[in-house]
């Protein structure tokens, strides 16, 4: 991972619990602190966006500080913080000495996405075929990239993408499957049976969106639009 904490103030320290005292004779071993934070930042990526790999850094400690070794480490994130990219991580100990402290993070995630195989000029459509499942490193949160074919079913290139280029929810429009009004052919599929009537949209929908069908009979139903307009729900 490049190194980006020349640039950063090595300790952002905000509102010490109290002074350090005297007895510094088993000060906190700040290599250790360290080899915990990035253990607990991996973990929480990890956890966070299934199917990754996280990188994580941890920014250096000014060595002049001097805090008594503590039994147990606490660990959080400023409220709202994600486990991605660059951030402040708090640090908190309770016994014997109650002190806390930020120190600075960065987070690199590696995971699958649908990469194009070759260029794809603004408003074509997309096809399975332009795309393959490669393990990139993320320049954004995950959830922004396309990860599967149907991600992109009846979808467009919004801009001219070029080959190798993987696809984020921004890289591609998707037309409408279903307008509000329009009378759609409502389908469910159960095991070895199919059964289809018709019904009047309530919300437009692009294909794989949900959509709400009012029935007939009144009843307010709800299924996936497809890319052939249809609405087709489980029973």
Not at 65 to 82: D, I, N, V, Y
Not at 115 to 136: F, S
Request: with cysteine; proline share 6%.
């Amino acid at each position: 991972m490049r190194a980006i904490f020349s640039l950063l103030c090595p300790l952002v320290l905000v509102g010490l619990v109290q002074t350090v005292r005297a007895d510094t004779s088993v000060p906190q071993d700040w290599g250790l602190a360290r080899q915990a934070a990035e253990r607990h930042l991996r973990e929480l990526a990890e956890r966070t966006y299934a199917g990754t790999q996280a990188m994580v850094e941890v920014g250096p400690v000014d060595p002049r500080l001097r805090m008594t070794r503590c039994a147990k480490l606490e660990f959080s994130l400023p409220p709202g913080s994600r486990p991605a990219g660059n951030g402040s991580l708090g640090v908190r100990c309770e016994s014997p000495e109650p002190w806390s402290l930020y120190l600075t993070y960065q987070i690199g995630l590696r995971g699958p996405a649908l990469v194009l195989k070759w260029p794809v000029a603004a408003r074509q459509a997309l096809r399975e075929q332009d795309v393959e499942t490669r393990a990139i490193v993320y320049e954004t949160t995950p959830d922004r990239y396309l990860r599967r074919g149907e991600s992109f079913e009846g979808a467009v290139a919004a801009r001219p993408l070029a080959a190798g280029q993987a696809l984020t929810v921004d890289s591609i429009q998707r037309r409408q499957a279903v307008r509000a009004g329009q009378r759609v052919k409502l389908i469910v599929v159960g095991s070895g049976f199919q059964v289809s009537q018709e019904g009047v949209a309530l919300n437009d929908a692009a294909a794989g969106d949900t959509v709400r069908v009012r029935a007939p009979n009144g009843r307010v139903l709800q299924g996936s639009a497809t890319a052939d307009g249809r609405v087709r729900m489980h029973p």
